[in-house]
């Protein structure tokens, strides 16, 4: 059974910065691509970073580029989300998602992931 737990969730002030964790279990972590969406209220889910399987590829949302960096360890069955000069428009609750094929490359849509953590919830205040 896969499961997906984030951590690094908060209350932030713009401009400020915070790192999300997902640890997971239940398959080979190091053969499936990780992803980021988040979901603010009364939106859908949206696409936010992507990484591949060996972490030498990423893909990011326009919305985020140049202020977050998507990393993965995995010895550790970890991907992080850093996130810095944040904006009160990243105010969301952010899942961690991982690939339904192993190998992918980074991918954005949806039906790609196949699991999905439970959500932590950022808040950016102006």
């Known amino acids: 059974q896969v499961q997906l737990v984030e951590s690094g969730g908060g209350l932030v002030q713009a401009g400020g910065s915070l790192r999300l964790s997902c640890l997971a279990s239940g398959r080979t972590f190091s053969t499936y691509g990780m992803g980021w969406f988040r979901q603010a209220p009364g939106k859908e889910r949206e696409f936010v970073a992507a990484?591949?399987?060996?972490?030498?590829?990423?893909n990011y949302a326009d919305s985020v580029k140049g202020r977050f960096t998507i990393s993965r360890d995995n010895a550790k069955n970890t991907v992080y989300l850093q996130m810095n000069s944040l904006k009160p428009e990243d105010t969301a609750v952010y899942y961690c998602?991982?690939?339904?094929?192993?190998?992918?490359?980074?991918?954005?849509?949806?039906?790609?992931?196949?699991?999905w953590g439970q959500g932590t919830q950022v808040t950016v205040s102006s």
């Open positions: 990484i591949s399987w060996d972490g030498g590829s990423t």
């Open positions: 998602a991982s690939h339904r094929l192993s190998y992918d490359p980074p991918l954005s849509a949806k039906p790609n992931f196949a699991y």
